[in-house]
């Protein structure tokens, strides 16, 4: 045999071995009990610092804009008029330096909404987007 085949050889040979001794045996794990439950193992989220905001869009207070600061970004809704039954507003998701900002008109017949954190999934059917970028990129 060619002795660079060798080698390779013993070496897999030497890690095998190693591997075999340092990992422990199946008989020697018999006794670790596994958990059922994964909050006995991964403690569960704290819920308590989601945020809950309320818009009246049958009002269409100005006073009622809200923004949300997370840890990457930050969301919220600027409530801008209230126009022939509806309720202008805004809405706006940054992560990271990208944003979206979409334009919603809301039919004050919806009344008063809450949001948790920054989902506006309840108003996708009234937005379009009006503006996306990089606020990153656009500095000078």
């Known amino acids: 045999m060619n002795k660079t085949v060798k080698y390779i050889f013993l070496a897999v040979v030497v890690i095998a071995a190693l591997s075999l001794i340092k990992n ?15 909050n006995e ?24 804009s809200f923004t949300i600061n997370t840890g990457l970004g930050s969301g919220g809704i600027k409530v801008l008029s209230q126009e022939e ?9 940054e992560i990271e330096g990208g944003y979206f ?15 948790e954190g920054n989902n506006f999934d309840d ?4 937005c379009q987007l009006k503006l996306e970028g ?3 990129l656009e500095l000078e």
């Open 24 to 38: 422990p045996s199946l008989k020697e794990l018999e006794n670790v009990e596994l958990s059922n439950n994964l």
């Open 41 to 64: 193992i991964i403690p569960p989220l704290n819920v308590d610092d989601t945020q809950f905001n309320t818009v009246d869009f049958s009002t269409c207070d100005p006073e009622d």
């Open 85 to 93: 039954g509806f309720c202008l507003v805004e809405t706006k998701y």
């Open 101 to 115: 900002i979409n334009e919603c008109l809301v039919p004050v017949e919806i009344g008063e909404k809450q949001f």
């Open 123 to 126: 108003l996708a059917s009234y």
């Open 134 to 136: 990089n606020a990153l």
